[in-house]
């Protein structure tokens, strides 16, 4: 029969954030076995990572005698921050885990899809929850748990010899404590009797000590041995005295923590204060000083004031034959700057000019490396021989290395496509250049096309220099 409490609550804060490994809860009792959830936020090895992948394993395994097993049921659920059931697994029934199978769950539990919706997930947080009811575990071949210390039997329940003075006392002020437990696999009475023993050393602890996970973990454990038999209302008092104390040292701690903050604001009140006093202390004596300093000041002033005025006169002529020699200087050194300007431009007017000189003469000794090509396409032609404009010019660089056909882009002329073919070594006639004026894509043009125009070609150099222009022609 299933219980409404879950055995074990596993919150993910950062869902979205988690890397593609696995994640690990930590170890939780329930059916006095050890246990631990693991999950993989991006699915596990066969969920085709678009499921969110969720596994029941056995703790501390190495720890186990040889042949042990577990004999489980189990579910989970997966929840949001309002803990709105997301989704829920199917129920796996008495299902054996042993050291050749450790683990068990869904490798395909829920749909990425369904966790990544918008709002799905509130503050980005998962909650697993899982419901286990332990039908039977086993510890050894033999079913019993080895002897590796002294043990002894006290009512039915197998302790070790160092615990025999605790769990008389136990006995002793409870007698009823473990009426209700009615299991009779001795492997589950003592797994629960160390748990029962661990939340009584727990919670003997100061409360200042307390963690607050460790008080979750034994709020946990108490829980579950109240569901399997034991009677621990005095044990659950003692935890809530526990609780209740860790609250007050809490807000002991946070009081003191306000105190000293309050005590530290206050010195640093104090010494501003103090700073402040001693700023106006000296602000006082310097304003007497400065009042004794204007006093002194303004005699000076009357004394000055009764200097013979012409004797201030002959100062002011003095200092106005200064400043008109100090012009004169000045005046004297902007002439000297000018005329050296002036020649600094001369000198760089006749650089330029030696400049010009030696690009024309570059200009002609580079004039056989190359050519330009002008095509005079549709030109009409006038009485004195000039042409109306050029459709197309093409420079060749180094044009006495070419020897293969030259072909540029093709261009538009006249409505029409045109482009030029230049054979360095000529076509029909050796050591000619040959030059010829083409239609583009004949081939793609309509059944019966031509095109009839008059043309002629101009060869310059690089100069500019014509070198050769053609007869006009016409082409069909």
């Known amino acids: 029969m299933w219980n409404q409490k879950p055995s074990f609550r596993f919150e993910i ?89 450790p683990s068990w769950g869904f490798e395909k539990l829920c749909p990425l899809s369904k966790l990544q919706e918008n709002g799905v997930l509130e503050k980005d947080r998962l909650i697993i929850e899982v419901y286990i009811n332990l039908i039977e575990a086993v510890d050894g071949e033999s079913g019993e748990v080895p002897e590796k210390h002294e043990t002894v039997d006290m009512n039915g329940l197998k302790v070790l010899a160092s615990q025999v003075t605790l769990v008389r006392k136990i006995f002793a002020e409870h007698p009823d404590i473990a009426l209700g437990f009615k299991s009779k696999n001795q492997v589950l009475k003592t797994a629960y009797m160390n748990v029962l023993i661990g939340l009584i050393n727990t919670l003997n602890k100061p409360s200042h000590n307390h963690s607050e996970a460790e008080l979750t973990k034994a709020d946990s454990e108490l829980s579950e041995l109240e569901e399997v038999g034991f009677k621990l209302d005095w044990l659950k008092l003692k935890l809530e005295d526990v609780i209740l104390e860790r609250k007050k040292a809490d807000v002991y701690g946070n009081k003191v923590i306000q105190l000293e903050e309050r005590m530290k604001n206050l010195e640093q009140m104090e010494n501003k204060m103090k700073r402040s006093i001693v700023e106006c202390f000296l602000e006082r004596k310097k304003a007497k000083d400065d009042g004794s300093r204007v006093k002194t000041l303004e005699e000076r002033v009357n004394n000055l004031e009764v200097v013979d005025s012409s004797f201030r006169m002959d100062c002011l002529k003095s200092k106005f034959g200064g400043v008109s020699l100090e012009k004169k200087k000045v005046d004297d050194a902007d002439a000297s700057r000018v005329q050296q300007l002036e020649e600094n431009l001369k000198n760089l007017e006749e650089i330029v000019s030696d400049l010009k000189v030696k690009l024309d003469q570059g200009k002609e000794k580079n004039s056989c490396d190359g050519f330009l090509l002008v095509d005079e396409d549709e030109s009409q032609f006038l009485a004195n021989g000039e042409e109306t404009k050029k459709a197309f010019s093409w420079e060749i660089d180094n044009f006495s290395e070419r020897k293969r056909d030259i072909k540029p882009a093709s261009f538009s002329s006249g409505g029409c496509e045109w482009f030029l073919c230049v054979q360095p070594k000529g076509k029909l006639v050796d050591e000619h250049l040959s030059l010829f004026l083409d239609a583009v894509n004949p081939g793609s043009l309509l059944p019966g096309w031509r095109r009839r125009a008059s043309y002629r070609f101009v060869l310059l150099n690089h100069s500019g220099k014509v070198k050769r222009r053609t007869a006009g022609s016409d082409i069909l």
């Open 13 to 101: 804060d950062n869902y979205s954030e988690k890397p593609s490994i696995q994640i690990q809860s930590k170890t939780f009792v329930a059916g006095g076995c050890e246990w631990y959830l693991n999950a993989f936020p991006k699915g596990g090895y066969l969920a085709d990572h678009d499921h969110f992948s969720l596994f029941l394993q056995v703790a501390n395994r190495t720890m186990l005698p040889t042949g042990w097993k577990r004999k489980v049921s189990f579910y989970f659920t997966l929840l949001n921050q309002s803990d709105k059931e997301l989704c829920r697994s199917k129920i796996v029934r008495c299902q054996v885990l042993d050291v050749k199978g």
